[in-house]
């Protein structure tokens, strides 16, 4: 079985301050973990996924997320905010054999000026 | 390319009565997925196809809800007999083939409103 556990459903940063989002998963297997960015009104957009050739990955938009097996963790960090970063965060996981994406709960962003 | 579309973008409809929403996948892509996106549920899985094998609808929340998808291509989500707890946010996504590693690409979804 797999899940995910996104800690905090609203994050506030200031511009130009360091944003972090939590993401815990649980599997059974081997993980391959997505992190997604939802815009109002639109569809969820990869911003960077991990599948195990690298722990620390790079994502768009100056995203990046560390994968640590040992705390069972991928949390998703960016140095610096922006204003147009504002937008729902999701933490995804999927195992080998594929099919459906287990989601979090989903982390809100927003950038105060 | 073309992304995944979806349509219509937006149904209200009345209780009782039935919807069809339609998902046009990336040309290529072998699998498809139907997902729920509400307040209280956060984002569920709902069915998925993978080229002509069984598809997984280990999802779906009631027999109201069925899907199909010809021709390996286009997939139809159908609501019977709509509820008021349908009302959701019903997103699409496709991916070249099923491995877990494959990237899943979403499309904009249908905002539908049961009344």
């Known amino acids: 079985a797999q899940s995910v556990t996104q800690l905090g459903s609203h994050v506030s940063v200031s511009e130009g301050a360091l944003v972090l989002l939590r993401c815990n998963y649980s599997s059974s297997v081997p993980p391959y973990l997505f992190w997604y960015v939802q815009y109002p009104n639109q569809g969820l957009q990869l911003l960077l996924k991990y599948t195990s050739a690298a722990t620390l990955v790079k994502g768009i938009n100056g995203f990046e997320a560390e994968f640590k097996k040992s705390e069972t963790s991928f949390h998703l960090t960016k140095p610096s905010a922006h204003m147009s970063d504002a937008a729902e965060y999701f933490c995804a996981v999927n195992g080998n054999q594929g099919g459906k994406l287990i989601f979090g709960q989903g982390t809100e962003l927003s950038v105060k000026p | 390319g073309a992304g995944v579309s979806q349509s219509p973008s937006n149904k209200v409809t009345e209780k009782g009565k039935d919807v069809e929403l339609r998902c046009d996948p990336i040309?290529?892509?072998?699998?498809l997925y139907w997902y729920r996106q509400s307040l209280g549920q956060g984002l569920e899985f709902l069915i998925y196809?993978?080229?002509?094998?069984?598809?997984?609808k280990s999802g779906l929340p009631s027999d109201r809800f069925s899907a199909e998808r010809t021709g390996g291509s286009v997939s139809t989500l159908t609501i019977q007999r709509t509820q008021q707890e349908d009302s959701a946010v019903y997103l699409c996504?496709?991916?070249?083939?099923?491995?877990?590693?494959?990237?899943?690409?979403f499309g904009p979804g249908t905002r539908l409103t049961v009344l």
């Open positions: 040309s290529g892509h072998t699998a």
């Open positions: 196809f993978q080229g002509n094998s069984a598809p997984d």
């Open positions: 996504a496709s991916s070249l083939t099923r491995q877990g590693v494959d990237t899943q690409y």
